[in-house]
């Protein structure tokens, strides 16, 4: 008996249907989208009171700084193509600086090491004042660079822990100076099968935000970041790799 029953309503709603749109076709000939849209609103009810819309959607700026490190694989700080480089990299942040404060929008700033030694040798430091006055953020961007300080050069190395403490201490004098700022932020590539050494190195050198980081392996695939609600853990898990 209930087969029957259920065999009936079926039959029921599918006529409905079939006569709900033998009756009103939107795609019937005669009638543009617009017309739709306009027939829709009209029968739509209108609400009593104001609907509350949804929050809106918070958009900040990611500004990395790049070291310069050419073929040799070396950044000689007191070379004129290292002068030249922070510079332009200098008018490039000012520029970015004023776009976003016509925009309204806020921006995290993640520094090499270089970049903040220079500026501090410099004492060049207004800017960087300003930059945290109006809301941004400052921190660390670590590449697989350390630092010479007998040659004053920055070159190439295989010590995650340098990357790390190096840069970090440039990025922490310009902000002891400034005298405002907290270097929380970091950014640093690690290759897939590594990932555990991230979650200790944060930790370490007090890092609490990773901004990058893993997700920047998919540049290697993609050419841009993959971001992902769900970061993946830093264990050297494959099923646990973003790549």
Same mark, same amino acid.
Request: charged content about 20%; some cysteine; proline content about 4%.
């Given at each position: 008996?209930?087969?029957?029953?259920?065999? !009936?309503?079926?039959?029921?709603?599918?006529? #409905? #249907?079939?006569?709900?749109?033998?009756?009103?076709?939107?795609?019937?000939?005669?009638?543009?989208?617009?017309?739709?849209?306009?027939?829709?609103?009209?029968?739509?009810?209108?609400?009593?009171?104001?609907?509350?819309?949804?929050?809106?959607?918070?958009?900040?700026?990611? +500004?990395?700084?790049?070291?310069?490190?050419?073929?040799?694989?070396?950044?000689?700080?007191?070379?004129?193509?290292?002068?030249?480089?922070?510079?332009?990299?200098?008018?490039?942040?000012?520029? %970015?600086?004023?776009?976003?404060?016509?925009?309204? !929008?806020?921006? *995290?700033?993640?520094?090499?090491?270089?970049?903040?030694?220079?500026? +501090?040798?410099?004492?060049?430091?207004?800017? %960087?004042?300003?930059? %945290?006055?109006?809301?941004?953020?400052?921190? *660390?961007?670590?590449?697989?660079?350390?630092?010479?300080?007998?040659?004053?050069?920055?070159?190439?190395?295989?010590?995650?822990?340098?990357?790390?403490?190096?840069?970090k201490k440039a990025i922490d004098d310009v902000l002891s100076k400034i005298g405002m700022g907290k270097n929380r932020v970091m950014c640093a590539t690690f290759l897939k099968g590594k990932y555990v050494k991230e979650c200790?190195?944060?930790?370490?050198?007090?890092?609490?935000?990773? %901004?990058?980081?893993?997700?920047?392996?998919?540049?290697?695939?993609?050419?841009?970041?993959?971001?992902?609600?769900?970061?993946?853990?830093?264990?050297?898990?494959?099923?646990?790799?973003?790549?």
């Amino acid at each position: 008996m209930k087969k029957y029953i259920v065999l !009936v309503v079926i039959v029921i709603v599918f006529l #409905a #249907a079939y006569l709900l749109f033998t009756l009103w076709n939107p795609f019937q000939s005669g009638k543009n989208p617009e017309d739709i849209l306009n027939e829709l609103c009209s029968n739509h009810p209108s609400p009593k009171v104001s609907e509350k819309g949804e929050p809106p959607i918070h958009v900040i700026f990611v +500004l990395h700084i790049e070291p310069c490190m050419g073929k040799s694989s070396y950044m000689h700080m007191g070379a004129s193509k290292t002068i030249q480089e922070y510079n332009k990299v200098k008018r490039e942040l000012l520029w %970015l600086t004023y776009f976003c404060s016509q925009k309204g !929008v806020k921006m *995290t700033a993640l520094f090499n090491g270089w970049y903040m030694q220079i500026a +501090l040798r410099k004492n060049d430091l207004k800017y %960087l004042t300003d930059f %945290l006055k109006d809301g941004h953020e400052i921190g *660390t961007h670590a590449h697989n660079i350390c630092y010479d300080d007998v040659k004053d050069v920055w070159h190439q190395c295989n010590q995650p822990d340098r990357w790390f403490a190096d840069a970090k201490k440039a990025i922490d004098d310009v902000l002891s100076k400034i005298g405002m700022g907290k270097n929380r932020v970091m950014c640093a590539t690690f290759l897939k099968g590594k990932y555990v050494k991230e979650c200790s190195l944060m930790q370490k050198y007090g890092y609490d935000i990773g %901004l990058g980081n893993r997700p920047e392996i998919a540049l290697n695939y993609f050419g841009h970041i993959v971001w992902n609600p769900w970061r993946a853990s830093c264990v050297n898990v494959y099923s646990l790799c973003l790549a």
